[in-house]
């Protein structure tokens, strides 16, 4: 009943969900992960910058102020140099200030007499250059604290001979200055360094690269794999160029800038190199992760959500359509189509198929309004729930049909649990207020339950047999079996024959006036004569030959006796009355069948009154063009009477639909009479049919009590074993005759 591969689909489609989000995120990922690292490169080399900037700066400004004081110096008296110079050491943060003179002697501000001569220098300088040395470790003091030097020539007044050389000694502190590090929380390293990779300065939280180090042949790069990066920066670096380097495996630079600086007076070999750890990166990449991570938990839990709701609304759906497949809405109990579902699932399918359903039961519905049916089903349906036990079914078919399926060792005990049950449906018009139910069961026996609508035919086949009789409940199908079925090939087989030997009889049951008590008129009814002198009832014949056709000949055969004989009977000057004859619903559907009809009568020249027809309700349920057969019957001068009203396919709504000049009540409706709501309902009906302005004659008038209640609700004409049962035709002769005296 519940497909598994639906719930399969729901949870693939939403894997492939998840997976393509997945997949979506990742790539996300990347991307931040990207443009977090072009960013970070864009910092670093900005960094780089404001670096350069600084220090060519501070630089720059030393060398001013060296440059002014030389001129200064010029036309000056050398002995008075040191003292001049005094006053700028702290103003500039030097270590030291001093002059030089030409023979290599120096004096500096710090109370120093030493030779230089041997410094690279004061050669140069003596050469009218400017100089910035690389770091060196202070040997002059012997502190051995970190410094460089700054030199500048000192030319005699012509400008054109070096007399000595100016110079400073600055402190590594000074570019510790000029080296930001504040960026990236302290992730951030910058280096001064030489163009050979040697590290002239380096920013105070370096802790892998110091002074004196390379960083060619110490660090950067240090993967071989990465020999490139490291070879690229070489030749950059030789060529005065700038550019980025990456090596995710360093930790302390792992991203890095290099950019030269532009300092003549260092021969230009100087360059800023700045660097950040992979866990710059890292870090910022951890702070988007957690914002990302946060989105994913809110992400998935509206997917979550939104998938928990989806599969909730789809099971109730599922659930609406398999109740809207499988219940059955007046009873909520199972219908057929479960019934059939679960008939196939079942392990053990011997048992007992039962089709029932309730006689009259269109008639509650019209009289006493579908909601009081439907009421009346439930209660049915009730009924059988509590009888049904484990591994049995039960289902509504339709209308007032039901199926159940029981299992028990043998008819008795079926038979034992259908009493039970017929009595419990007999006490519910009590409760319910309606006329009597009559229940109808037709059982059948089988070994397997897999095709239901073949052994349900069984079992309805079986239930026709007494459908209408009402003398029995139920019928099982090994009961009409062969010996009956046998009959009914052996009748259908017949037919012919006994169209050709006459064999069929018209009798004549009497109608008379429930007012005078005296003779209407008849109804014609066919028996048959078989040939070894028995005579066959209607019944038997009837729907067996509404089953194959054959009863069209046969309604034609009766009309044409009957129209001869009443032709017979006027010749012979009898006291005329007319006679109704049976057509069947099936008879009513070839075309022509008016003309057909009024061409017999035609051809016994006899008056249509003489001739009345009888069609039964079921005839106005099936076939819509009957009102219009109605009108062309009428013009041709038939009297119609609507037959076996009130029995199962009666609805009161036919009475003004369709133009009927009588109604019969059926024999069923007259056995209500003694019963309270039933005879309600009789007057209800009467009251009815009346109003339209119809005739009334009540069939099957067996008692005095019947004929009385029938005479005051103001009945037309009586038919019934009360006044007589049909007739061979002399002996209705002799009714005819009484009738004339
Ligand atoms: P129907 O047309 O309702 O005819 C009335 C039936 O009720 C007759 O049964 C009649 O014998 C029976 N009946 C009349 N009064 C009483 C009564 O007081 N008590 C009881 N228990 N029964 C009573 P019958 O003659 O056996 O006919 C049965 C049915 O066969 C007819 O029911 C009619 O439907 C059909 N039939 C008979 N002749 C023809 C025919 O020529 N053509 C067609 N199409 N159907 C026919
Ligand atoms: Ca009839
Ligand atoms: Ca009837």
């Not at 030291?96 to 410094?119: E, K, P």
Request: overall charge negative.
């Amino acid at each position: 009943m519940y497909k598994k591969n639906e719930g399969i689909r729901n949870v693939a489609v939403l894997c492939a969900i998840l997976l393509i989000f997945g997949i979506a995120l990742f790539g996300c990922f990347g991307q931040i992960r990207n443009s977090l690292q072009q960013q970070l490169m864009s910092s670093i080399e900005g960094m780089a910058e404001q670096n350069e900037i600084l220090i060519e700066k501070e630089v720059s400004t030393r060398f001013r102020l060296l440059s002014s004081l030389a001129r200064e110096f010029s036309d000056g008296d050398e002995s008075i140099f040191v003292d001049r110079l005094q006053g700028f050491v702290e103003t500039y943060q030097f270590k030291r200030m001093g002059y030089i003179a030409s023979d290599g002697i120096a004096q500096t501000t710090d109370g120093y007499h030493l030779d230089m001569s041997d410094r690279e220098t004061f050669r140069q300088s003596m050469q009218g250059k400017q100089r910035l040395t690389d770091t060196f470790e202070d040997q002059i003091d012997g502190s051995d604290e970190i410094v460089n030097a700054f030199s500048v020539p000192v030319y005699e007044k012509d400008q054109k001979t070096v007399k000595g050389v100016l110079f400073a000694t600055g402190r590594y502190e000074m570019f510790e200055g000029c080296l930001q590090n504040e960026i990236f929380e302290g992730q951030a390293f910058n280096y001064i360094v030489k163009m050979d990779g040697m590290i002239i300065a380096a920013s105070g939280n370096s802790r892998e690269w110091g002074i004196g180090k390379n960083i060619f042949t110490a660090d950067i790069s240090a993967d071989e794999n990465d020999d490139a990066a490291k070879s690229r920066m070489i030749s950059d670096m030789k060529s005065g160029k700038s550019g980025y380097g990456m090596d995710p495996k360093r930790k302390e630079v792992s991203l890095y800038y290099y950019m030269p600086l532009k300092i003549e007076e260092t021969g230009d070999e100087w360059y800023v190199v700045t660097a950040a750890s992979e866990s710059v990166l890292t870090n910022r990449m951890q702070v988007v992760m957690d914002a990302i991570n946060s989105l994913i938990v809110i992400i998935l839990v509206i997917i979550s959500v939104s998938v928990g709701v989806y599969i909730y609304s789809w099971r109730k759906s599922k659930k609406e359509l398999i109740s809207l497949a499988y219940q059955d809405p007046v009873t909520l109990g199972d219908n057929f189509a479960a019934f059939k579902e679960k008939a196939k699932s079942k392990k053990d399918g011997a048992g007992w198929l039962a089709a029932m359903d309730l006689a009259d039961f269109k008639l509650i519905n019209s009289t006493c309004g579908v909601k009081k049916g439907d009421e009346v089903l439930r209660a049915v349906s009730e009924i059988f729930e509590n009888e049904k036990g484990d591994n049995e079914l039960v289902a509504h078919v339709n209308a007032d049909r039901f199926v159940l399926f029981w299992m028990e060792e043998n008819q008795d005990a079926i038979k034992e649990r259908l009493e039970r049950v017929i009595k419990k449906i007999e006490e519910i018009p009590e409760r319910l207020e309606i006329p009597n139910l009559f229940p109808v069961f037709g059982i059948y026996h089988t070994m397997v339950l897999d095709e239901i609508d073949p052994l349900y035919g069984n079992a309805v086949l079986a239930k026709h047999q007494i459908k209408g009789r009402r003398d029995r409940h139920y019928m099982f199908y090994d009961e009409l079996n062969h010996e009956s079925i046998q009959e009914n090939r052996e009748l259908e087989d017949h037919f012919e024959m006994a169209l050709e030997k006459e064999e069929f009889e018209i009798w004549y049951q009497p109608k008379y006036s429930a007012h005078t008590r005296k003779l209407v008129g008849a109804e014609a009814l066919v028996r048959w004569r078989r040939q070894d002198g028995s005579l066959i009832p209607p019944l038997k014949f009837i729907p067996l030959f509404e089953r194959n056709g054959n009863i069209i000949r046969l309604d034609e055969y009766v009309f044409r006796a009957v129209c001869r004989q009443q032709k017979a009977w006027q010749e012979q000057g009898q006291k005329m009355f007319p006679v109704s004859v049976n057509i069947s619903r099936v008879s009513l559907y070839y075309s022509n069948v008016v003309e057909k009809y009024e061409s017999i009568i035609r051809s016994y020249d006899l008056d249509s009154k003489y001739i009345q027809l009888e069609i039964t309700e079921s005839a106005t349920i099936d076939n819509n063009e009957i009102f219009n057969l109605l009108e062309q019957f009428h013009t041709a001068g038939f009297k119609i009477l609507l037959d076996d009203f009130g029995s199962g396919y009666s609805s009161l709504s036919t009475l003004n639909r369709m133009h009927f000049d009588t109604i019969k009540l059926d024999k069923s409706l007259v056995d209500y009479i003694g019963d309270d709501n039933g005879e309600k309902l009789l007057n209800s009906i009467t009251k009815l049919a009346q109003s339209f302005g119809m005739e009334i004659t009540a069939e099957g008038v067996e008692t005095v009590e019947q004929l009385m209640f029938l005479c005051n609700l103001d009945c037309d004409d009586i038919q019934g074993y009360y006044f007589s049962r049909p007739l061979p035709v002399r002996e209705y002769e002799e009714c005819l005759k009484e009738a004339c005296m």
